[in-house]
């Protein structure tokens, strides 16, 4: 499986980005895919999931209402809508394939990583 993640940038703070991931190498549509993000110095946390199907999702507490995540299944890719970003919101953001059937917080049920896409938002 491969995970090629994109659309980070810069932004200013209030500002709005979608990250994409695009599966490729195994029928990613069958399985949970999630999102992660990571800071210097700091463990990688969790952001939101979907299921396969995209009927269940997870979205970290914190961050509801502003990120959601939905998926396309006929283009392989899943998507991260980020809404009035904040400068902490900056981060190196991974999407991540998980062969279980949740929709897990936990990165270690997370088997397939892409390379991150970088997020700044501006103050």
């Known amino acids: 499986v491969q995970l090629q993640a994109s659309g980070g940038g810069l932004v200013q703070t209030g500002g709005s980005l979608r990250l994409s991931c695009v599966a490729s190498?195994?029928?990613?549509?069958?399985?949970?895919m999630g999102w992660f993000r990571q800071t210097s110095g700091k463990e990688r946390e969790f952001v939101a999931a979907?299921?396969?199907?995209?009927?269940?999702?997870n979205v970290i507490e914190s961050l509801k209402g502003r990120f959601a995540i939905s998926r396309d299944n006929s283009k392989n890719t899943v998507y991260l809508q980020m809404n009035s970003l904040k400068p902490e919101d900056t981060a190196l953001y991974f999407c991540?394939?998980?062969?279980?059937?949740?929709?897990?917080?936990?990165?270690?049920?997370?088997?397939?990583w892409g390379r991150g896409t970088l997020v700044t938002v501006s103050s």
């Open positions: 190498g195994r029928t990613s549509s069958s399985f949970t």
């Open positions: 991540a394939l998980s062969l279980s059937g949740n929709v897990p917080s936990v990165i270690d049920r997370y088997n397939y």
């Open positions: 979907t299921s396969a199907s995209g009927s269940r999702t």
